[in-house]
C-alpha cells in the first residue's frame, strides 16, 4: 500500500517548487514525483465527481495530460496544487456527462428508486468474492455517492470540495474561480438540499428511516448496481478522508455534523499510477530531454 497521503489542501510541499523547475527542464523522475504527490486527490475529486470508478480514471488522466502539457505556462505566482486544481474544476465543469449524470436523477427520482428496491438478503457468503460486511460498505459508498448526483455539478464541486475535503471558502473559491462568498452561497445550497434528502430518506443519519444498508446491499447486487468482483468504492484505501483533510465542522450544526461525517468517514481511494502512462504520452511529445 502506498503511504498515506499529505493533504494538498492542508499543507504545503516544499519540493513542488524543485519538481516543478526539475520537470519543465525535462526531468521525468521530477514530474513522476509530482503526479504521485497528486493523483489520489485528483483521482477521489473525479470519482466523487462522475461516480464510475472507470470514468473518473479516464477524466484523471485527462486532467494530468493538460497539467503536463501545460507545465511550461506555470509561471508559479500561485501554489502548484492550487494550479492543478484550478485545471481539475474546470475539466470536471467541462467534460461530457458521465453514464450516472445523463440519468440526470433528481432526489425524488433517487427516493423513488430507493423504495422500488425491495429489501433482500446478501447471497450466502461461501458464494461471494469478499465478505458481506465489504458488500455492505459497498453499497453504502454508492448510495451515499449517488446522492451528490443529484446536485447540479457547481454545487456538486462546492461540496466535496468545502464538506468533504474540508478547503476553506477562500480555497474553494479560488480552485471554482468565484468569490468566496459565491463558494460559501453554493455550499451552503448543496448541504441544504443534500442534508434534506438524508434525514428524510437515509437511516444512516435518522433511525426512523426504515432503509438500511444491509438490507438494500442484496438489492442492489440484484439490480446489478453492486458487483462484488468489481467494486467502484471499497478497493485498496489510502486513508478515510477525514484522517489526512482539516477539521472543519465546527461551524456546523450538530444534525448536520452527522450528515457530513458518513461523507468525511469515506475511503480515499488508491486509484492506478498514472505516471507510468503519462510517462509514455510526455516522450512521445517531446516534452522530455533528448
Request: proline fraction near 5%; include cysteine.
Given at each position: 500500500?502506498?503511504?498515506?497521503?499529505?493533504?494538498p489542501?492542508?499543507?504545503?510541499?516544499?519540493?513542488?517548487?524543485?519538481?516543478?523547475v526539475?520537470a519543465k527542464a525535462g526531468?521525468?523522475?521530477?514530474l513522476?514525483?509530482?503526479?504521485?504527490r497528486h493523483?489520489?486527490w485528483?483521482f477521489?475529486l473525479a470519482?466523487?465527481?462522475?461516480w464510475r470508478?472507470?470514468?473518473?480514471e479516464?477524466?484523471?488522466q485527462?486532467?494530468?495530460?493538460?497539467?503536463?502539457t501545460?507545465l511550461?505556462?506555470f509561471e508559479?505566482?500561485?501554489?502548484f496544487?492550487?494550479?492543478?486544481?484550478?485545471?481539475?474544476?474546470n475539466?470536471?465543469l467541462?467534460?461530457r456527462k458521465s453514464e450516472?449524470?445523463a440519468?440526470?436523477?433528481?432526489?425524488?427520482?433517487m427516493g423513488?428508486?430507493?423504495?422500488s428496491?425491495?429489501?433482500?438478503?446478501?447471497p450466502?457468503?461461501?458464494v461471494?468474492?469478499?465478505?458481506?460486511?465489504?458488500?455492505v460498505?459497498?453499497?453504502?459508498?454508492?448510495?451515499i455517492?449517488?446522492?451528490?448526483m443529484?446536485?447540479?455539478?457547481?454545487?456538486?464541486?462546492a461540496?466535496?470540495?468545502g464538506e468533504?475535503?474540508g478547503?476553506?471558502?477562500?480555497?474553494g473559491?479560488e480552485?471554482?474561480?468565484i468569490?468566496a462568498?459565491?463558494?460559501?452561497?453554493l455550499?451552503?445550497?448543496a448541504r441544504?438540499?443534500?442534508?434534506?434528502?438524508?434525514q428524510?430518506?437515509c437511516?444512516l443519519?435518522?433511525?426512523?428511516n426504515?432503509?438500511r444498508?444491509?438490507k438494500k446491499?442484496?438489492?442492489?447486487?440484484?439490480?446489478?448496481?453492486?458487483?462484488?468482483?468489481?467494486?467502484?468504492f471499497t478497493?485498496?484505501?489510502?486513508a478515510?478522508?477525514?484522517?489526512?483533510?482539516?477539521?472543519?465542522?465546527d461551524?456546523?450544526a450538530?444534525m448536520?455534523r452527522?450528515?457530513?461525517?458518513?461523507y468525511r468517514s469515506?475511503?480515499?481511494?488508491d486509484?492506478?499510477?498514472f505516471?507510468?502512462?503519462?510517462r509514455?504520452?510526455?516522450?512521445r511529445?517531446?516534452?522530455?530531454k533528448?
Open positions: 500500500m502506498r503511504p498515506k497521503p499529505a493533504s489542501f492542508a499543507s504545503v510541499d516544499p519540493d513542488d517548487e524543485a519538481r516543478v526539475a526531468d521525468m523522475n521530477a513522476d514525483a509530482l503526479v504521485r493523483q489520489p485528483v477521489n470519482l466523487r465527481m462522475v470508478r472507470e470514468a473518473a479516464d477524466a484523471t485527462e486532467i494530468f495530460l493538460k497539467a503536463v501545460h511550461g505556462s508559479g505566482r500561485s501554489q496544487s492550487t494550479w492543478l486544481h484550478r485545471i481539475a474544476v475539466h470536471l467541462n467534460v450516472m449524470e440519468q440526470s436523477m433528481t432526489f425524488d427520482d423513488r428508486s430507493l423504495d428496491c425491495v429489501d433482500s438478503e446478501l450466502d457468503e461461501s461471494l468474492p469478499v465478505d458481506h460486511g465489504l458488500l460498505e459497498e453499497a453504502k459508498l454508492g448510495c455517492t449517488a446522492m451528490l443529484c446536485l447540479d455539478r457547481r454545487q456538486r464541486l461540496f466535496i470540495l468533504i475535503f478547503v476553506t471558502s477562500e480555497q473559491g480552485a471554482m474561480e468569490l462568498e459565491n463558494f460559501r452561497q455550499l451552503t445550497r441544504r438540499d443534500l442534508y434534506q434528502f438524508m428524510g430518506k437511516g443519519v435518522n433511525a426512523l426504515p432503509c444498508c444491509s446491499a442484496g438489492a442492489f447486487m440484484a439490480n446489478g448496481w453492486l458487483d462484488p468482483a468489481k467494486r467502484q478497493r485498496e484505501r489510502l478515510a478522508v477525514q484522517d489526512v483533510t482539516p477539521h472543519r465542522l461551524e456546523l450538530e448536520e452527522a450528515h457530513a461525517e458518513h469515506a475511503p480515499l481511494s486509484g492506478p499510477d505516471s507510468a502512462k503519462l509514455a504520452v510526455v516522450a511529445s517531446g516534452f522530455a533528448e
